[in-house]
């Protein structure tokens, strides 16, 4: 109880050639760039609010004979540091707004429009970050190794903890600047293929 059903071949088409059709995926390398760009941000968020959280929060009292004279090193002590936390808090604030935006260059991975706006924001910002990661190294690097020249002292002897935080700000706003560097870089390799 077989069937045999003849089906006759057109005469347009080879015999022995196949056509390969490989299925396009709408979203390609750029959906890929799309994802690395939010994960990146997460990164730079918890890099830049980590910076300025450890900043903001340095601080060593030494007591000098009584509880009444005593030297004090704070971030509010230096309008450097005052500067460094406040840019890497705006910092922080931008990449957590920017956020949506990463979001929609995910959805749509082939809009340029969100892509430009991010990657001009974004050098705008990483500009800011280098100039307060930059400015805080440079009072870091005084406070350690002091200036004979102008007769500052090193305070990093006597205040260990409150350099060590202030150190570890500065590579965490570095680590930010990295980040962000990237993100230009990406956005702009994504912006310039098509």
């Not at 396009?24 to 939010?38: N, Q, S, Y």
């Not at 931008?94 to 050098?123: E, K, N």
Request: glycine letters at 8%; aromatic letters at 10%; proline letters at 4%.
């Amino acid at each position: 109880m077989s069937t045999t059903i003849d089906v006759p071949e057109s005469s347009n088409v080879a015999k022995g050639k196949a056509i390969a059709v490989a299925p396009a995926r709408p979203g390609g390398w750029k959906k890929g760039v799309a994802i690395m760009d939010f994960i990146l941000r997460l990164g730079a968020i918890a890099a830049a609010l980590g910076a300025a959280a450890t900043m903001g929060t340095s601080d060593q009292t030494l007591p000098f004979f009584t509880q009444f004279f005593q030297f004090e090193a704070s971030y509010d002590s230096f309008t450097t540091f005052q500067f460094f936390v406040i840019t890497m808090a705006l910092v922080a604030g931008y990449l957590v707004l920017s956020l949506p935006f990463s979001i929609v260059g995910i959805i749509r991975p082939h809009a340029a429009g969100p892509r430009l706006f991010l990657i001009i924001l974004d050098t705008v910002f990483l500009t800011l970050a280098t100039a307060s990661g930059a400015a805080g190294a440079a009072i870091v690097y005084l406070a350690h190794n002091g200036n004979q020249d102008s007769n500052w002292l090193a305070i990093c002897n006597q205040f260990g903890d409150f350099c060590a935080q202030t150190s570890s700000a500065v590579v965490s706003s570095f680590v930010a600047v990295v980040v962000l560097v990237l993100l230009v870089i990406m956005s702009a390799l994504a912006l310039g293929k098509r």
